[in-house]
């Protein structure tokens, strides 16, 4: 049996925050310590406790206590506060493995993996650049640009092996950013189907929960759960919407998650859609399945074409029948079984929408067993842990390192 690994985590946010990247870290973490690893998390100040997860939490400051969603200004003191810690911890506890995630964690690591010999592996999630610029926080014609994708690209080949939450992320380290195919490993994203499974709800318990949020009864419902921004597609989905309420008034819109809510239920009284709505706020990831399990379909309209978009999983594990916009991340997770808006407009997702609704209920209900298997087949964290493990092995020891994914997991 393979000896117990010291495996230290960098983890440059807000954990845990009930969204994107924090899901990741939070089920590699359970699914290694399942293998019988020890796995210490070092992240920024804030952030909600996790029972059974070591979190070590950097120094904090007096005036920023809330969860950071997307790129901010105060990441850059905060990661300035994160190095020092993982550099007084990381030689002080010296770890066999340092496991990044994100590209600031990813300089964290590099700098300790030089001072420990302990080697580096970078949990890439998207491109930094690319995701900046998604959250408007970055211009491609900013003088900045040019030294933050020279940086990108420094870390992209610092590390021993990149992790990769989808195979077309992969694709983007080899040609975009020249990062040797031997060192990169398409790990995707996965789901639990034994917790994210519409079987475990009744249909009572179902029925109780929609009365409680005020969702009208006999709509189809379409449900939405993560961040609420533009570029997860929020504003083209209310506009989805209202496009639709002009022809049919069969279906509610369920959307569900954090940080604009405000905004968004502002933008829905002026649109009039706000009847078609029913926003809940953050909803606390552990009660992510009962609340998917009121869908009939899921949205997932996410923009960005460098990113992951693990929501997409845990609605195929519901088996929801799923609308999205025809983008590689999308495609490579639901393959044949989405449906599809070809274009980036609202007008081409509320046709999309509308496929979904005309369907009847047995045409939904084998499109989303088809999910299901598909989820349970391609993506389980018990495989991801053991692919992981393999690798931190192979490093440790000198071997060869397997036969990376890019090459042999081609998932159809």
Not at 193 to 220: H, M, Y
Not at 234 to 256: N, S
Not at 357 to 380: F, P
């Amino acid at each position: 049996m393979p000896r117990q690994l010291n495996i230290l985590m960098l983890s440059p946010t807000m954990f845990f925050a009930d969204y994107g990247a924090h899901v990741r870290i939070l089920e590699e973490t359970l699914a290694l310590q399942k293998r019988g690893h020890r796995v210490t998390i070092l992240a920024y100040p804030n952030g909600r406790d996790i029972a059974g997860i070591s979190v070590r939490r950097c120094w904090g400051v007096p005036f920023n206590y809330r969860v950071i969603v997307g790129s901010s200004r105060h990441k850059i003191y905060l990661d300035v506060l994160l190095a020092g810690m993982t550099l007084l911890h990381g030689l002080r506890h010296r770890p066999d493995i340092i496991h990044a995630h994100l590209h600031e964690g990813a300089l964290m690591g590099w700098v300790l993996s030089k001072l420990t010999g302990a080697p580096l592996v970078f949990d890439f999630q998207g491109s930094l650049t690319s995701e900046m610029i998604d959250h408007n926080f970055l211009s491609p014609s900013s003088p900045f640009y040019r030294v933050l994708y020279w940086l990108e690209t420094r870390l992209d080949h610092a590390a021993d092996v990149v992790l990769t939450s989808t195979v077309h992320a992969s694709r983007l380290l080899i040609d975009r950013f020249r990062v040797p195919p031997t060192r990169v490993d398409p790990t995707p994203d996965c789901v639990n189907a034994d917790t994210f499974n519409r079987q475990n709800f009744s249909a009572a318990e179902i029925d109780r929960l929609k009365a409680e949020l005020g969702v009208p009864p006999g709509k189809k419902v379409i449900v939405y759960l993560g961040v609420l921004t533009t570029y997860q597609g929020i504003d083209k989905l209310l506009e989805a919407v209202d496009i639709l309420r002009r022809q049919r008034d069969d279906f509610h819109l369920l959307l569900m998650g954090y940080p604009g809510v405000v905004r968004y239920s502002q933008m829905a009284r002026q649109m009039g859609i706000d009847h078609l709505v029913t926003f809940t706020g953050k909803i606390p990831y552990e009660d992510a399945p009962r609340y998917l399990a009121l869908g009939d379909l899921a949205a997932a309209p996410k923009l960005s074409a460098t990113e992951g978009s693990g929501k997409i999983l845990n609605y195929m594990a519901m088996g929801l029948p799923t609308v999205a916009f025809s983008l590689p991340v999308s495609r490579e997770f639901l393959s044949d079984g989405g449906i599809y808006a070809a274009e980036t407009t609202s007008h081409s997702l509320a046709d999309a929408l509308r496929r979904a609704l005309d369907m009847t209920a047995e045409e939904r209900t084998r499109l989303g067993q088809h999910l299901r298997q598909r989820v349970i087949r391609h993506y389980n964290w018990d495989r991801a842990a053991e692919q992981i493990e393999a690798i931190y092995h192979a490093l440790l020891s000198g071997e060869p390192l397997p036969v990376l994914a890019v090459r042999k997991a081609r998932i159809p």
